[in-house]
T-cell receptor, first 108, second 112 residues
Framework: QKEVEQDPGPLSVPEGAIVSLNCTYS??????FMWYRQYSRKGPELLMY????GNKEDGRFTAQVDKSSKYISLFIRDSQPSDSATYLC????????FGKGTRLHILP | NAGVTQTPKFQVLKTGQSMTLQCAQD?????MSWYRQDPGMGLRLIHY???????DQGEVPNGYNVSRSTTEDFPLRLLSAAPSQTSVYFC???????????FGPGTRLTVL
């Protein structure tokens, strides 16, 4: 089993909808979880960073970690066409391990 | 600050040719790394460096060499290009191995 699993999508939702992006991971010892956003033909950039379990909110974005299920989620409220990008989850071990990314399209 | 810069943006090579992808950062970061990104494969670590003079292999190092003579620069050399090395290459830097990574804009490489 790979250390981080992520559905590649693409995921298409109408503007204004709530988006849910998810990853599963294999090692229950992981403590640090990140979400990167990558626009087309650009490098990834850090969007959110959480430690251990629980929620973290930043504007329209909420990152959630469920350690019992080894499941991490990113929710986007009031989605905008500018949110269209690939979203990569990442986990910090002795190095950073990236998921393969989910392509998200917000339809105007 | 320019952040992480990469040159060239695009490159086309013939099989067997060699070339160097350039990466530079002006944030005084100790840790630098090279990734390749392929459809369906995500980001895969090629080589990394924890400081000037120190480099190590990542997940997919074969066919690539690196050196780190200064804190700022971390070039990636393709010794004899193969079509399997067609990819988008990203350089990244951070304070340490497990800190937030700052990525460059990428180099799109095609090997014919």
């Amino acid at each position: 089993q790979k250390e981080v699993e992520q559905d590649p999508g693409p995921l298409s939702v109408p503007e204004g909808a709530i988006v849910s992006l998810n990853c599963t991971y294999s090692n229950s010892a992981f403590q640090y979880f990140m979400w990167y956003r990558q626009y087309s033909r650009k490098g990834p950039e850090l969007l959110m960073y959480t430690y251990s379990s629980g929620n973290k909110e930043d504007g329209r974005f909420t990152a959630q970690v469920d350690k019992s299920s080894k499941y991490i989620s990113l929710f986007i409220r009031d989605s905008q066409p500018s949110d269209s990008a690939t979203y990569l989850c990442a986990i910090r071990d002795d190095k950073i391990i990236f998921g393969k990314g989910t392509r998200l399209h917000i339809l105007p | 600050n320019a952040g992480v810069t990469q040159t060239p943006k695009f490159q086309v090579l013939k099989t067997g040719q060699s070339m160097t992808l350039q990466c530079a950062q002006d944030m005084n970061h100790e840790y630098m790394s090279w990734y390749r990104q392929d459809p369906g494969m995500g980001l895969r670590l090629i080589h990394y460096s924890v400081g000037a003079g120190i480099t190590d292999q990542g997940e997919v190092p074969n066919g690539y060499n690196v050196s780190r003579s200064t804190t700022e620069d971390f070039p990636l050399r393709l010794l004899s290009a193969a079509p399997s090395q067609t990819s988008v290459y990203f350089c990244a830097s951070s304070w340490g191995r497990d800190n937030e990574q700052f990525f460059g804009p990428g180099t799109r490489l095609t090997v014919l």
